[in-house]
């Protein structure tokens, strides 16, 4: 099913374990700040992903799953049948869903979203504070192609799993991708990398996006 932005839709035991999971991947690295979508599924990741480390997750509309429209809690099986299914596969970029969101609308408002607030951790703690966003896997998918610098009609060709991992880092003159879809491996060594990304190969901390 289709969950978009159905109310009511928490994680089951699966999706607790998988939270669970990731934030054990992020014991020993410091955050300076936590956002998340403000739907059910990912405010309940957030809470476990911060559990004990005295962050407070601030709600980011921003982040918000695609508006679906007429597409939302319909089943994927039907899914897939319909034209529009192949539009959104070949040219996400020029999709509107029936009485929803266009895809090109979610991307740019997520972009806008995750910019502004590694703009606003920079300023407040520092250019190598990391922080985290919990969002959804094409909102997650929108702004790794963003980051990579590649068109929307190509974002179909980055794979977010659920409760993975990737990391972004941002600078004035570009930004880095420096993890993408990540499912293990401790992301506390984000916490000593302070070199400028463009002084190195690879880079720094940055924007862990869940």
């Avoid at 159905?6 to 999971?21: C, I, K, N, T, Y």
């Avoid at 955050?31 to 059910?40: C, G, H, K, N």
């Avoid at 806008?112 to 896997?137: F, N, Q, Y």
């Avoid at 590649?150 to 980055?158: E, G, K, S, T, Y």
Wanted: aromatic share 4%; hydrophobic share 45%.
């Amino acid at each position: 099913m289709l969950a978009g932005r159905s109310p009511g839709v928490r994680l089951d035991d699966v999706g607790v374990r998988q939270a669970e999971d990731a934030a054990a991947r992020l014991s020993g690295l410091p955050l300076a700040a936590a956002v998340t979508s403000p739907l059910e599924r990912c405010k309940d990741t957030a809470a476990i992903l911060l559990r004990g480390t005295g962050v407070r997750p601030r709600v980011e509309r921003g982040l918000t799953e695609c508006d679906y429209g007429e597409w939302t809690g319909r089943p994927m099986k039907e899914l897939v049948k319909e034209d529009l299914w192949k539009v959104v596969q070949a040219h996400p970029a020029g999709v509107q869903f029936p009485g929803g969101e266009t895809m090109a609308d979610m991307s740019a408002r997520a972009i806008r979203a995750i910019r502004s607030w590694d703009a606003r951790v920079g300023e407040a703690s520092g250019d190598d504070s990391v922080w985290l966003a919990v969002a959804h896997g094409d909102v997650i998918k929108a702004i790794l192609a963003d980051a990579l610098g590649v068109h929307l009609d190509a974002f179909q060709r980055i794979v977010v799993d659920p409760a993975s991992l990737s990391v972004v880092r941002y600078t004035p003159q570009r930004s880095y991708v420096l993890a993408m879809n990540t499912g293990e491996g401790s992301l506390a060594h984000l916490a000593r990398q302070a070199e400028a990304p463009d002084e190195k190969l690879g880079g720094g901390a940055g924007a862990s996006v869940a």
